[in-house]
């Protein structure tokens, strides 16, 4: 049985549909990147996995039970096992970073204060900032943020470790590391990972699977070497970053050619 099973799901925000009847499986230890462009979905399946948000209709399954319906100590259990790592790291500035990796210990478990020491001390040393943890947020690198954030999500030791644009706003050598980083710590913590990103050579490297969206509905799911040779013109036109026709669109020309006419001087 898949570990995550999403089934027609449908949502809408004020009447505007953003995701579009998907269905997908996720299985148990594979690397499932959500790929596409900005206002794809992505973003709106990740909450919708996460349960922060009810679709309009369909289900969305982590570990056999539906989060769409599921009572409230179901949905608790299964927010356990999920570890999350958020686009803008979400540390909190006025905490340690050991502190930061310590609060979901300090949350939902009853162990003893040294233990949560060494808990914290293993999961910094896995993302490598063991010697960093008496730091603030503020005095990191953006890329070194990040890396805290990805500590905090293993704190609980997650069966799925979900990433949102982990390579964002870094440069390309430090997106190359958290890729490896990423790599490691799947096969060291053998953990389902789901990652969120728009960054082609960061997809290609990590995934197992990529499922692509546009505008809502997967434009294609399958392997590295299948998203590659496909010839989805929605699919190649995102590989190839073939620019999109809204620079062509007879409402935007038509813009452009009444704000040149106001320029012109008067006779």
Known sequence: MPIISIRDLVVEYDGRRILDG???DIEHGETMVLLGGSGSGKS?????????????????SVKGIDITRCSTAELKSVRLSLGVAFQSAALFNSLSIEDNVALTLREHTSLAPSIVRLVVGMKLAAVGLADFGKLHPQELSGGMKKRAAVARALALDPEILVLDEPSAGLDPIVAAELDELILVLKQVFQMTVIVVTHEMASAFRIADRIAMLYQGRFALIGTRDEI??????????????????????PALAGYFEKYLQSQEPNE
């Open 44 to 60: 709106t399946l990740l909450r919708q996995i996460l349960a922060l948000e009810r679709p309009k209709s369909g289900s969305v």
């Open 228 to 249: 590659r040779a496909s010839q989805n013109p929605r699919v190649r036109q995102f590989l190839d970053r073939v620019p999109g026709d809204t620079a062509k669109t």
């Open 22 to 24: 998907l269905s997908l």
